[in-house]
Structure formats: C-alpha cells, structure tokens
Antibody
Framework: EVQLVESGGGLVQPGGSLRLSCAAS????????MSWVRQAPGKGLEWVSA????????YYGDSVKGRFTISRDNSKNTLYLQMNSLRAEDTAVYYC?????????????WGQGTLVTVSS | EIVLTQSPGTLSLSPGERATLSCRAS???????LAWYQQKPGQAPRLLIY???SRATGIPDRFSGSGSGTDFTLTISRLEPEDFAVYYC?????????FGQGTKVEIK
C-alpha cells in the first residue's frame, strides 16, 4: 500500500524558513517523480514543485522559484521542500504526491498534508 | 501558463441524478494530458481520471471523462451520497502544471 506522510509544517514568521519532509513507502521510491502541491485555506490547488526519480531534474512554479528548493534522499525514501523567504501568501496545506509519467505526469497518490502558517 | 476554467462553480443536485462538469483550457496542450481529482473536506485530493478518459485504479464506472483539445468533461452518471465533494481538473501537458479553480457538487 502506497503511503505518503508529510511533516515539518508549523507557524513561521514572514521572511523565515521551514523544511518539509515526506516519508514514502509501499512503492519503489527512486523510480517515480514526486511533487509538492499546496492549498491555501478555503482555496484551490496550486502545483508548487516537482523532482525526477533520480533527483537530477527539478521544476518550480513561478510563485516559489528562487525561494523554495525541492530535493529527495532515495536511500531514505524521503522527499523534501526547503522553503526560504516565506511570505504570508505561502500559508497553505502542503501535500506531497507520487507522480506517474515524470514531469509531464499526473499525481496518483497524495499524502494527508502538513499546514504551514506564515504570520507574525 | 495554461488557465483552466471550470464550470459551473457549484452544482446542486440530488442523489441519483447525473452530474456534468466542464473544464476549458485557455490553449491546447499535449494531447489529452488532463486529470480529474475529487476532494472532500479535510482530505487530500484523490485521482479519478487521467489521460482525459482513463479511470484510476478503484474508481467506480459511474465516473467518466471525455474531451480533447481545450474542452473536457467529467460525468458522474448517478450521484451517490459519497460523491458530493469538490472536483478539480489539472493539465499536465504543458509547463507549469495547472489546476482549475474547482467545481463543488452539493446536495440539493
């Protein structure tokens, strides 16, 4: 059974940093691209970032480019999102998702999400 | 960036009725690289349809997807109580991936 468990969310001040983690199990982690998708309170879904199975290719949405860094440790079956220079508009539930088809692919399994709140 | 516009914003229907949800793209993208997700309050999204018309594993056959080019449709043939939720379309054929704003299917 595929399981994705996010952690690392919390309250952070504007301009601060936070690192999210996503522990994966139930599939061959290194064989799949992974993504982060976020959802602001009461709003829709926004794709944030994706990374190839090897970690050699990364992709970002314009709203986070230059501030967020996606990475993975295939030996630990864990996906990360380093978030710097956080802004109030980054407040959201952050989901990690397993992708099918690489970057031009869809997400077939999602974690339950971790809430990030950026506020002073 | 491709903008996906979903309509209607809210659909009020009774159990047993047919639901038809629309997703229109601002421009075309890689052929049929469109997915539909269902999200219930407090839960993560769940994949329903990929490739515009292929059902994901375990999805009942009352859910069907169709369309191509810039116009796509999700149909729920007969609404069950558990189908009342928000539905999102997503295109993954053009960078960056984008989502529609969602259609809420509520009980009438």
């Amino acid at each position: 059974e595929v399981q994705l468990v996010e952690s690392g969310g919390g309250l952070v001040q504007p301009g601060g940093s936070l690192r999210l983690s996503c522990a994966a199990s139930g599939f061959t982690f290194s064989s799949y691209a992974m993504s982060w998708v976020r959802q602001a309170p009461g709003k829709g879904l926004e794709w944030v970032s994706a990374i190839s199975g090897s970690g050699g290719s990364t992709y970002y949405g314009d709203s986070v480019k230059g501030r967020f860094t996606i990475s993975r440790d295939n030996s630990k079956n864990t996906l990360y999102l380093q978030m710097n220079s956080l802004r109030a508009e980054d407040t959201a539930v952050y989901y990690c998702a397993k992708d099918v088809g690489g970057y031009y692919g869809f997400s077939d399994y999602w974690g339950q999400g971790t809430l990030v709140t950026v506020s002073s | 960036e491709i903008v996906l516009t979903q309509s209607p914003g809210t659909l009020s229907l009774s159990p047993g009725e047919r639901a038809t949800l629309s997703c229109r793209a601002s421009q075309s993208f890689r052929s049929s690289y469109l997915a539909w997700y269902q999200q219930k309050p407090g839960q993560a999204p769940r994949l329903l349809i990929y490739g515009a018309s292929s059902r994901a594993t375990g999805i009942p056959d009352r859910f069907s997807g169709s369309g191509s080019g810039t116009d796509f449709t999700l149909t729920i043939s007969r609404l069950e109580p558990e189908d009342f939720a928000v539905y999102y379309c997503q295109q993954y054929g053009s960078s960056p991936r984008t989502f529609g704003q969602g259609t809420k299917v509520e009980i009438k």
